[in-house]
């Protein structure tokens, strides 16, 4: 371990940068329980799409080119509201992923049991020492730089996230084209439209954040070779691939799975052994378990690398301990992957061994939810704010449209992102109790947004790396 | 405010418990669920008893491990709402809570489930759509039949 400031190698082009993106947003285990809409999962993921996908690509494009600095939603939020509001939405963006951390975990270890033999996952210990395995495994990745991790994400989505995506899609094609029975009804532009009521609202924060991750190429700003030509054409290449791979292969299971064989929700190997059985290539199962399980490790290492890199770059600026600015000779936040995997970990071990507490997961989401709203309402203020205030910076990417572009960009966003914040805090109607809910939901949120707030009130000059290296701070 | 070497430690762990705290608290507050034989049909009980209608019945066999098998009911009440409720027997506490966990990994991106599942006894029971009125009527009947053991 180093203390001394790193130069950042620049390794990352325009295809890394989509992929990153991709890696942190696509994700297979999404379409089954989508599928469940039929057509109208076109409308939910169009309503995404206006209310979140493309307003978060716009406005990280421009961020991102306006401010191509290391940290991401750090950098970006920090310029608009300070230190303060920066570090908040950063923090809020790495402390929702140790609650949601042991979900993917244990996605990745239930689809490689699915790949060896299914009872497998019924053993708390199979699934807890995969589960450790992969954690710290990714977590290794990590540590050995970002020339390293890229290799791993890009050749990772790839294999783990594209390809099986573009076989549902082929495979949905075939079935169409060989004149197979389509499980729900013919398509008519009606049914496109989904049903909002108060049974399906709180769906409405789930479909904004299944797009969630794409400001995830701006972490890696110092590594990029041209940020101010790369990151808005990397955000509309991962875009294009994340709503192309997402739609179709939802719309692919959705016409060969019938709803109730969904209707569980019961895990997308399940749904994918149904599929593939149904076209005769059952003997494709396991392999393709292997490339999900290996997509859900890519998808895990984004979100574990990113937000871990713009820590690392907040506790060089002075902003905590000491103990959180060790990094190590390939540039790696080590200290703060330490930490969080340390964290996730404990979590973990609740997550596998409290099971059927099901109230309990259904709290946790919600504050991942609630923590990551806070992320993006700050994204979007960011942005609107940052047009007044530094109208002058050089923006290599505008949002077209002048004034009136942003708000309308930054306003659906903040509409969608509040939105969700508010429906979020809705509990399931066989909760008894709101008041607990809401104050459960609010207080977890609370505690895990915070520590920021602390940080700040407990910081001074010796926390700054300069310092130790002899500089003036 | 300054802070010593320990004193920074301190801060480092009080943050960590912070994270920790949450959902060892939820861990607590919310007890698992036995794993026991609830004898009958308890959805359809339930549905009977808050005079909510069963439009139809399927048998339904999860593809899961130690899953033994189920129905899939389709329900409405009289203010004309919908709800699909499938319920699902396991033969041991190990494979019921193995698809809790299995559910819980499939929330789509970093959301809340499409619908609400709970756990009764040797059952899990999961009702789409997610925030259903009907659910939330039958749920007080099922939580009471899961304190039925044969």
Known sequence: MSDAPVVNKKVLGLFALAMINVAAVLSIRNFPSMAVYGWSCIGWYIIGAIVFLIPISLAGAELATGWPEGGGVYAWVKQAFGEKGGFVALFCEWSNNLVWFPTVLSFTASTLAFALTPDLAANPWFMFSVMMIVFWGTTAIAYFGEETSTKFSNIGVILGSIVPSLLIIGLGLWWLGSGQKIVIPHFTLAQTVPTINLSTLPFFATIVLLFAGMEMAGFHALETKNPQRDFPRAMALSAVIIVICTVLATLAIAIVIPASQLNLASGVMQAIQYFFDAAGIAWLVGPMALLITLGGVVNLAAWLIGPAKGLGIVAEEGNMPPIFDRTNKYGAPVAVLLIQALIGSVVSLLYVFLPSVNQAYWILSAMTVELLCIVYILVFAALIKLRYSKPDTPRPFKIPGGMIGVWIVGGLGLFGTVLSFIVGLMPPMYFTNWAVYVGSVLLGTFLLAVPPLIFLKFKHPGWLKKQKSGEQP | ?150
């Open chain 2, 1 to 150: 405010m300054t802070l010593s070497k320990n004193g920074e430690i301190c801060l480092v762990l009080i943050v960590a418990v912070m994270f920790i705290l949450p959902c060892l608290m939820l861990g607590l507050i919310y007890e698992s669920e036995p794993y026991h034989v609830i004898p009958g049909e308890p959805v359809k009980a339930a549905a009977d008893a808050a005079g909510i209608s069963v439009v139809d019945v399927k048998g339904t066999l999860w593809n899961m491990a130690g899953a033994t098998g189920g129905k899939t009911y389709t329900l409405t009440d009289p203010e004309g709402d919908i709800a699909y409720v499938a319920i699902q027997a396991f033969n041991s506490a190990e494979s019921r809570d193995a698809a809790v966990r299995l559910y819980n990994a499939h929330a789509p991106g970093k959301g809340k489930h499409v619908g609400n599942m709970i756990v009764a006894g040797q059952y899990l029971i999961y009702a789409t759509p997610a925030n259903s009125p009907i659910f939330a009527k039958l749920v007080p009947a099922l939580q009471q039949a899961a304190k039925t053991t044969t």
